[in-house]
Structures are given as C-alpha cells and as structure tokens.
C-alpha cells in the first residue's frame, strides 16, 4: 500500500531557532500532501494544504511566513516552523493521497512530535 | 456547531463484548467518509472508508445515512488490540479533511 515517510519523528529545540519537517510519498505521486496539527487530547487540524509547483494554501488563523511549506516536488513536500515558540509544540502530521484515489482514504506519515523549549 | 462531531467517550467495554460509535457531519456537500483509528502518539490509520451500502470488514461495521448525516461504526467481539481513538472523518468538495474529535475506546480483559 501507499506509504509516506515523515522525518524527524520527534524534535526538540530551542526557542527561536527553526525546524524543517519531511513529508515523502515513497511509492506513489501526490500533487497535493496537508500538514495537519494535532494538540494533546484534540483532533487533527488541518493546517495547510501543499501543492506541488505552486504556493501552499493555509487555513484560517495559520501564518504562512511562520509556516513555510515547499513542495518541489510530486514526492515531497517540506513544513519548516520558524522561529519556534514553545506554544508552536505539538504534533506535527503530513498526509498525502494518489492521484485519484479518492476511496482509499489518505495515508498519513508517522509525525512528527515539537517540543520547543 | 463542529464539522463533524463525535462522543468523545471514554467507551470502556469488556472483550467480546459490540460497541457502536456515532458521528454526524454538517456539510452536505461532503463527498467521502472514513473512519480511522488513532493509538497514543501515533499516526491515524485508515481502518475503512464508509459507503451508503454499509461495508463490513471483518468484525467492523460501517454505515453511512446521507439523509441523516449520520456515519456509524460497529465492533464486534472486542479485543484488547481495539483500544484506541477511532476518528470519524470526512472528506469535502475541495479535498480537504475534516476530523471529529474521536472517541476513545478502552477495551478490559
């Protein structure tokens, strides 16, 4: 089955600094991956939508220039959180989808765990 | 109102026992419906889309009532391996997903 490969799995570092997220599809395409959040006991909120060759479309309340998500490619997209606060710690999820495979649901990377101090 | 909401619980059943979770979604406009199961600090995992035949995968259920707007799942014979979160999600026109809450299922020997 599709399979998408997320790195680091957990992180920590120091207030200010920035952190570079990976999200690959291994085994298929995806034009379009989403970087979703997810806070202690609350679901996952979709943070931004990212589309290979064009800019990232963000949700209501997200700050793109805090935010920066590439997608160079039709395997990877990249979520880079700049200048980190300890309120951006959280769990950080990518998903991606194949082309056309709208019955099969989305397949998610393993996260990402933040934990800025 | 939330886009899709569910009993958070916490559902504590013994095993073997059916437990039915509930979920009702606010935009008619959705297209497609899954529900995922989410272990502690992990990933969610798709455990099956949701039809408006109803699909059945082993010993869980699915159903869906576009009318109702109203997606159900049902496990049956319950293990210790099914405690976990299980999301009800649903997918929009513009392909995105909206997650429910969750709802935690503990099952006890």
């Known amino acids: 089955g599709a399979v998408v490969s997320q790195h680091p799995s957990w992180v920590i570092c120091k207030s200010g600094t920035s952190v570079k997220i990976e999200c690959r599809s291994l085994?298929?395409?995806?034009?379009?991956m989403f970087w979703y959040r997810q806070f202690p006991k609350q679901s996952l909120m979709l943070m931004a939508t990212?589309?290979?060759?064009?800019?990232?479309?963000?949700e209501q309340g997200v700050e793109k220039d805090k935010f920066l998500i590439n997608h160079a490619s039709l395997t990877l997209s990249t979520l880079t959180v700049t200048s980190a606060h300890p309120e951006d710690s959280s769990f950080y999820i990518c998903?991606?989808?194949?082309?056309?495979?709208?019955?099969?649901?989305?397949?998610f990377g393993s996260g990402t765990r933040l934990t800025v101090v | 109102r939330k886009e899709v909401e569910q009993d958070p619980g916490p559902f504590n059943v013994p095993e073997g026992a059916t437990v039915a979770f509930n979920c009702t979604y606010s935009?008619?406009?959705?297209?497609?419906f899954f529900w995922y199961r989410q272990d502690c600090r992990k990933e969610p995992k798709l455990l099956m889309s949701?039809?408006?035949s109803g699909n059945e995968d082993g010993r869980f259920t699915a159903q869906l009532n576009r009318a109702s707007q109203y997606i159900s799942l049902l496990i049956r014979d319950s293990k210790l391996s099914d405690s976990a979160t299980y999301l009800c999600?649903?997918?929009?026109?513009?392909?995105?997903?909206?997650f429910g809450t969750g709802t935690r299922l503990q099952v006890f020997p």
């Open positions: 990212s589309n290979e060759g064009s800019k990232a479309t963000y």
């Open positions: 085994d298929f395409q995806a034009t379009t």
């Open positions: 998903s991606a989808r194949e082309s056309g495979a709208f019955r099969y649901g989305y397949t």
């Open positions: 935009n008619s406009a959705s297209q497609s």
């Open positions: 999600v649903v997918r929009l026109p513009t392909d995105k997903l909206i």
């Open positions: 949701v039809y408006s």
